[in-house]
């Protein structure tokens, strides 16, 4: 609904607004001559790299790359869309979005859906706390939830009894509750959809009801049923508990997915509160879009049996095509037969954060699954374990991920290693326990001495002034002179500093973006820097051979004075 508001309206809406007030009333700034600095909302530390430009109406931060103005801020700190941050900050501006008609009749819509929805679950909450909810609020008592959790979820139960939230809704929210699926009139008679059913509302951004899950106290076939999907809910986009972790954490930086609604309510209980539940499967890529839109880190949480690793292949190979650099994906498969309900209760929070603090990231957790049953010391496998993992690798957008993945894979099919001892179908060892961490022996690497030279800088920036000198005396370090010249330019003299301005100055990453590109295995740090002390640097015995060869190819037409220096070098007389 962007496009229905006009541009004219957006500008002049930024114009009246104080940025740095703005800001100002969610972060705490600090004046920096006519700027504003603070530590960045939207990734945790210490020293403050987030900056306000009034002057200029946009921010920066230094350190993760947030920037935009007073309604990208908007949106990306309260989880808003677009047409909502606009809205708000015409609230906060005494304005009026000059909406045309046909979006005044959607939003108002819209509003009436949600309207009706809060109702449903005001009655489901006001149901539980009643003589009808005994049973419900003993099965949540079962289950270990207190009032405060439940309150906080707004936890609800719908009555047995099939028209009670139909016939307690005026005329008004009668028609939207049936638009919306949460009473069904496929007979010709309204019946409320969710009956003898413990109820969890699905909220949006702004906590207005959108949905509801429902989970059977009887014996009915379905044990979680959803609402139907309509304009104002659409599974493959919604997540459960968003909304109240982002109440509970106010900088969120890392989500917890698991797959169901008990097991975010019970993880909340355990003072864990950055959970949340992908809506029927967190596979699909919609789910996965709307959830890297919240941050930038999420851990994937799976049952241990075959049926969780299942679910989490899905999701990694739906990940793929959305794993840019600065996403950090990890899998947390649990013990069979426990889910993140059950094990929090029985462990305690804390173990249970260091099980997410320990989980495998995204590129090990692909290639322990593509190696499977294989042996990598069998030149057969090592081809199957390729053609297994690069069809995936295809997928990602050319990133430095990829690259490195990319690597990894030929190193791991290159057999100069051991790289694991596992026997086939070993993937139930996975299950529950710390894995032990194999050891991966260095593989020799041949480089070209440009490229030796450039990866030396990479580690150590204070050789340019040697690498400079090397280079302007020979052809064959045309990249490295370049790169050392780049570093003595910028006056860099540790490698962090370099890092940071490769990635964050796009004239210079787009100089130096091909500067490995022929690198397929990179060598220790250590043999990095040895070699590119030989070059710059060589031993005497080695600057004496060289010289002597080149004496030798060339004696023929030796003066005296090269005969004596052969003579001498050699320590004889040449014939």
């Known amino acids: ?39 960045c909302p939207f990734h945790d530390e210490k020293t403050p790299s987030f900056n306000v430009r009034p002057d200029k109406g946009f921010y920066h931060c230094f350190g993760c790359g947030a920037h935009g103005d007073a309604i990208s801020f908007i949106r990306e700190f309260e989880g808003l869309g677009f047409t909502e941050a606009v809205e708000e900050l015409a609230r906060r501006a005494g304005l009026e979005v000059p909406y045309d008609q046909a979006a ?56 047995a009894a099939g028209t009670l939230l139909f016939d307690a809704a005026n005329k008004e929210l009668q028609g939207p509750l049936i638009e919306t699926g949460t009473v069904s009139d496929k007979y010709g008679k309204p019946r409320d959809l969710f009956r003898n059913r413990v109820m969890f509302p699905i909220r949006n951004s702004r906590g207005k009801t959108i949905a509801f899950g429902g989970r059977t106290l009887g014996d009915d076939k379905a044990k979680y049923i959803n609402s139907p999907e309509s304009n104002v809910f659409h599974k493959s986009r919604e997540i459960y508990g968003l909304f109240e972790a982002k109440q509970a954490v106010r900088q969120l930086d890392k989500l917890l997915v698991v797959e169901g609604y008990m097991d975010v309510i019970a993880l909340a209980q355990h003072g864990i509160h950055y959970a949340v539940a992908t809506l029927g499967t967190a596979t699909n890529q919609d789910s996965l879009a709307a959830l890297l839109k919240q941050v930038r880190h999420a851990v994937f949480c799976f049952d241990g049996d075959k049926a969780g690793f299942k679910a989490a292949d899905r999701a990694l190979d739906n990940a793929l095509e959305l794993m840019a650099d600065g996403l950090h994906l990890q899998f947390l498969m649990l013990p069979e037969g426990e889910d993140p309900d059950t094990l929090v209760r029985k462990e305690g929070s804390e173990a249970f954060r260091k ?8 590129s090990r957790y692909l290639f322990d699954r593509k190696s499977e049953g294989l042996d990598l010391t069998l030149p057969e496998h090592r081809g199957e374990l390729r053609a297994r993992a690069e069809p995936l690798l ?115 990453r787009e100089q130096f973006y091909n500067l490995f590109d022929g690198i397929e295995h990179i060598p220790t740090r250590e043999s990095t820097l040895a070699a590119a002390r030989e070059l710059l640097s060589p031993n005497e015995e080695a600057s004496r051979q060289q010289r002597l060869a080149l004496l030798l190819r060339n004696f023929a037409n030796l003066t005296a004075e090269e005969r004596q220096e052969l003579r001498e070098l050699s320590g004889g007389t040449p014939d």
């Open 1 to 39: 609904m962007s496009g229905l508001i006009p541009q004219r309206f957006v500008e002049d809406l930024l114009d009246r607004l104080d940025l740095a007030e703005l800001i100002g009333s969610r972060v705490t700034l600090k004046k920096a001559g006519a700027n504003y600095k603070a530590c």
């Open 394 to 508: 295809n997928k990602m957008p050319k990133s430095t991920l990829r690259d490195a993945m990319w690597h990894e894979m030929l190193r791991l099919c290159g057999g100069r290693n051991q790289w694991q001892n596992r026997q086939p179908q070993q993937w139930n060892k996975w299950k529950g326990g710390k894995r032990d961490r194999v050891t991966e022996d260095r593989i020799d690497v041949k480089l070209s001495k440009d490229s030796i030279l450039c990866l030396a800088l990479l580690e150590a920036p204070d050789l340019a002034s040697e690498v400079t000198e090397l280079a302007q005396g020979s052809r064959q370090y045309n990249q490295a002179g370049k790169f050392a010249a780049f570093i003595l330019k910028r006056e860099i003299r540790d490698r962090k500093s370099l890092i940071t301005a490769l990635a964050l100055d796009s004239q210079v």
């Open 104 to 159: 005044k009749q959607e939003i108002q819509q819209a509003r009436t859906l949600t309207d009706a929805l809060d109702f449903a679950s005001r009655f489901y909450q006001s149901a539980l706390h009643g003589e009808q909810g005994t049973y419900a609020r003993d099965y949540l008592k079962q289950r270990g939830l207190d009032n405060s959790i439940i309150q906080q979820y707004q936890v609800g139960y719908a009555p």
């Open 355 to 362: 099980r997410v603090d320990s989980a495998t990231p995204f």
